[in-house]
Nanobody, 127 residues
Framework: VQLVESGGGSVQAGGSLRLSCAAS???????????MGWLRQAPGKEREGVAA???????RLADSVKGRFTISKDNAKNTLYLQMNSLKPEDTAMYYC???????????????????WGQGTQVTVSS
């Protein structure tokens, strides 16, 4: 499984960005059956879960981004999205796309247990 993120950049506080993750290499199970997620890591901090979406479309968001971020996916395009609104300086981080095969734990809360990771895209929010 290969994951390629795009859409990161620099924005002022209060602005918006939409991250995309193009996924490929699903040979044994379809993309639509995977648990997909976004995680982030700020300098000097541990990686943390931001949002996840399961095969049935159910979503989970970190408390820090609820009401501001939305996760979605397009199964026909094998693409995952993260719409980020009302961005804050504390959202500054490297954002990673992640995928996990059906039956795993990430979409049940174990966000750091994703099997596959992208290279990340940088998001910088200035005050």
């Amino acid at each position: 499984v290969q994951l390629v993120e795009s859409g990161g950049g620099s924005v002022q506080a209060g602005g918006s960005l939409r991250l995309s993750c193009a996924a490929s290499g699903f040979f044994y199970s379809s993309y639509s059956s995977y648990c997909m997620g976004w995680l982030r890591q700020a300098p000097g901090k541990e990686r943390e879960g931001v949002a996840a979406i399961d095969s049935d479309g159910s979503t989970r968001l970190a408390d820090s981004v609820k009401g501001r971020f939305t996760i979605s996916k397009d199964n026909a395009k094998n693409t995952l999205y993260l719409q980020m609104n009302s961005l804050k300086p504390e959202d500054t981080a490297m954002y990673y796309c992640a995928a996990d095969p059906p039956g795993g734990t990430p979409c049940r809360g174990a966000w750091l247990d994703f099997a596959y990771w992208g290279q990340g895209t940088q998001v910088t929010v200035s005050s």
